[in-house]
Nanobody, 123 residues
Framework: QVQLVESGGGLVQAGDSLRLSCAASGRTFSRYAMAWFRQAPGKEREFVAAIGRSGGTTYAVDSVKGRFTISRDNAKNTVYLQMTRLRPEDTAVYYC????????????????WGQGTQVTVSS
C-alpha cells in the first residue's frame, strides 16, 4: 500500500513557475514508477509526465516539454514536477500516481493516486 500526498499548487500568473511535490508513504518508493496527470475543468484527466523507478528515465507530453521537469528523490520518497512558463491552459488539478513497474502514459495502469493539488494560472 502506498499513500501519496501532493502539495505546492496555487494561483499564479502566466509565465510564472511552480514546483509540485508528491510525498509517498512506505519504504518501497524506489519500486514504483511515478507520474503526474492533470484534469482541467470539464475535461478528462490526462497524462503529463512520468519517471522511472531509479529516476534515470523520464517522459513528458509534448505540450509541456521544455517547460515542465519531473524528478524524484528516492531518499525522501518524493517526486516533483517543476513547472515553468506556465500558461492559462495549464490550469488543472494535478495528481501524482504510482505503479509497480515501468512507467506508462496509461492512467489505468497506475495503482495508487494522490488527492490532487489545484494549479490555477491567470492570464
Amino acid at each position: 500500500q502506498v499513500q501519496l500526498v501532493e502539495s505546492g499548487g496555487g494561483l499564479v500568473q502566466a509565465g510564472d513557475s511552480l514546483r509540485l511535490s508528491c510525498a509517498a508513504s512506505g519504504r518501497t518508493f524506489s519500486r514504483y514508477a511515478m507520474a503526474w496527470f492533470r484534469q482541467a475543468p470539464g475535461k478528462e484527466r490526462e497524462f503529463v509526465a512520468a519517471i522511472g523507478r531509479s529516476g534515470g528515465t523520464t517522459y513528458a507530453v509534448d505540450s509541456v516539454k521544455g517547460r515542465f521537469t519531473i524528478s524524484r528523490d528516492n531518499a525522501k520518497n518524493t517526486v516533483y514536477l517543476q513547472m515553468t512558463r506556465l500558461r492559462p491552459e495549464d490550469t488543472a488539478v494535478y495528481y501524482c500516481a504510482a505503479r509497480a513497474g515501468p512507467y506508462s502514459v496509461i492512467e489505468a495502469l497506475y495503482d495508487y493516486w494522490g488527492q490532487g493539488t489545484q494549479v490555477t494560472v491567470s492570464s
